[in-house]
């Protein structure tokens, strides 16, 4: 997914202003680097500094038609018919392993801070 088709999905977490100027300025230096935001129908499971940090450059003007994100509603329906509630996985969100252990998201554990 596109940087310009998140920046207004729901985030689940707030965010601390220090730490998204830190990565809009490294977004603008370096360009986007790491971890995709995960994406749940339109809510972020991942990412809402990285967000807010692409809706300041947006409001700066600068071109968000690169990839960023990723759609993980497939493997968050795969868990669910596993016999995994919603309940459960809204409750691991600050712990991601047990959601995606095993899948391609387990690439990125190093980048993740919930994992």
């Known amino acids: 997914?596109?940087?310009?088709?998140?920046?207004?999905?729901?985030?689940?977490?707030?965010?601390?202003?220090?730490?998204?100027?830190k990565i809009y300025n490294s977004i603008m230096e370096n360009g986007w680097n790491g971890a995709p935001?995960?994406?749940?129908?339109?809510?972020?499971?991942?990412?809402?500094?990285r967000q807010a940090a692409l809706k300041k450059m947006f409001d700066d003007g600068a071109d968000l038609y690169f990839e960023c994100a990723e759609d993980v509603t497939d493997i968050i329906e795969e868990k669910i018919e596993e016999g995994m509630s919603e309940e459960e996985?809204?409750?691991?969100?600050?712990?991601?392993?047990?959601?995606?252990?095993?899948?391609?998201?387990?690439?990125?554990?190093?980048?993740?801070?919930?994992?």
């Open 89 to 115: 996985i809204w409750d691991n969100l600050d712990y991601l392993r047990e959601i995606f252990s095993g899948t391609w998201v387990e690439e990125y554990a190093d980048q993740l801070e919930e994992w």
């Open 1 to 21: 997914m596109k940087a310009i088709d998140i920046i207004d999905m729901e985030a689940v977490n707030p965010v601390d202003n220090a730490k998204v100027e």
């Open 37 to 49: 935001i995960l994406v749940y129908g339109n809510l972020l499971l991942t990412g809402s500094h």
